[in-house]
Each structure stands twice: as structure tokens, then as C-alpha cells.
């Protein structure tokens, strides 16, 4: 299973360190970008994840939990490869199609993800998976590392899964919240292509924890 480290649950003194110990064992780096509006916390921006980029060949991607993704995702798209912003944004989005669309449309030169918050049901992606790279499934409430999965969006994961083989779509799934190697194989027995660890991969034999991350079949 394809997996990625969050960087939330370093230390933000030491991150280029932290990087580097995981070498080439993850598949790549997802920074979760905050601006303290869209969720009630605040992180880093692209001076940051700039200055990171020379520590790694790994690829990044920039997870936008921020109002206004319009403006905002031409800030990483230096350093960051894949670009994810969230479906709430819009209000609301599943009566037109237009503002996500025109976003989609110029977003160009990076691979596209929409992020979905927990209560959110898949339904309301369907229109634009043709279109992305990536449908990012969160469980739990975005914001903050170190909160319990919730079990209830195994049943997203599975009707996204049906929608994206019925409709032969290239697009991964990846779930982000309260993964751990038990959580994982329940994601990836649900449809899930990849998933995202933060606190889980803080602490013990990171290397073993990877391992069996990514032997889940």
C-alpha cells in the first residue's frame, strides 16, 4: 500500500531531520497546510516546504485545509507535485459545478486531489473524479494529529472504490486520520490505494511500521 508521512506530528524545529530518517522508506511527504480559518489550528506555508524540498527526493504534496484554495495553490506547486484542496470550500458544492471545475481547469502542471471531511458523503465528489488524481477521504475532523479513526467512512471508501472501477477512472483513493497498521488494512480491504500516518510513525521501529504499511495487499 502506497504511504505517506505526514508532517504534522514532528518536531517543526527538526524537520528536515525527521525527513531524513525515513530515507526512502515512504512513498512521499504530505504537508498539511493550515491558515487557521478553514481549521482551527495553523501550520506552515511555502517558505517551509521550499527550504524541505532540497532535504529529499521524495514526493511532496500540499494538503489545503485553507478558504480560498484559488489563490493558494499556485504557492506550493514549486515543490509540491500533488496539490489536494477541500470539497467544503465551496458552498455548496454539489449545486453547480462551475467553481470547482474552473479550479481543476487551472491547476495545471501538478496531479489534483479534493479532499472530503468525514461528514461529507462521496456523492459529492462523483461529478469531478473524472478529473482528479487523487480523492483524499478524511477520518476524522481535520485540524490536528493524534485523533481516533472513525470506522463509518470504510462505507465511502468502498462506494468511492465502486464509482472509480465501474467508470474504469484513474483515480487513487488515500485516507488521512488515525491510521495505524490495524486501521490501514481496513482501508485498504475497503478500496483504499494509500494512506496517510502522522503520530503512528513518530515512535518505536518506524522501519518495521512502514513495512507493514506497505505490504497490505
Known amino acids: ?87 467544503e470550500v465551496f458552498h455548496p458544492p454539489w449545486r453547480t459545478l462551475s467553481a470547482p471545475m474552473a479550479l481543476l481547469k487551472e491547476m495545471k502542471g501538478v496531479k489534483k486531489g479534493i479532499a472530503l471531511n468525514p461528514p461529507v458523503p462521496p456523492e459529492k465528489i462523483e461529478k469531478w473524479l473524472p478529473h482528479i488524481e487523487t480523492a483524499f ?38 485516507v488521512d486520520g488515525g491510521i495505524n497498521l490495524e486501521t490501514a488494512a481496513l482501508c485498504r480491504e475497503a478500496g483504499a490505494d494509500a494512506v496517510v500516518a502522522s503520530s503512528y510513525l513518530s515512535g518505536g521501529d518506524i522501519r518495521k511500521k512502514l513495512a507493514g504499511l506497505k505490504a497490505l495487499r
Open 137 to 174: 477521504v478524511m477520518s476524522v475532523p481535520p485540524g490536528f494529529s493524534g485523533q481516533k479513526f472513525d470506522p463509518k467512512i470504510l462505507k465511502k471508501i468502498a462506494k468511492l472504490r465502486k464509482t472509480i472501477d465501474a467508470k474504469k477512472l484513474k483515480c487513487r483513493i488515500c
Open 1 to 87: 500500500m502506497e504511504t505517506g508521512l505526514s508532517i504534522l506530528s514532528s518536531d517543526f524545529g527538526k524537520m528536515a531531520a525527521e525527513i531524513k530518517k525515513y530515507g526512502t522508506a515512504l512513498d512521499f511527504i504530505h504537508m498539511d497546510v493550515m491558515d487557521g480559518n478553514f481549521v482551527p489550528n495553523l501550520t506552515f506555508g511555502p517558505p517551509v516546504i521550499d527550504s524541505l524540498r532540497k532535504t529529499t527526493k521524495l514526493p511532496f504534496e500540499a494538503h489545503l485545509m485553507v478558504v480560498n484554495p484559488g489563490k493558494q495553490w499556485k504557492w506550493y506547486r514549486k515543490s509540491c507535485e500533488r496539490i489536494i484542496f477541500h470539497i
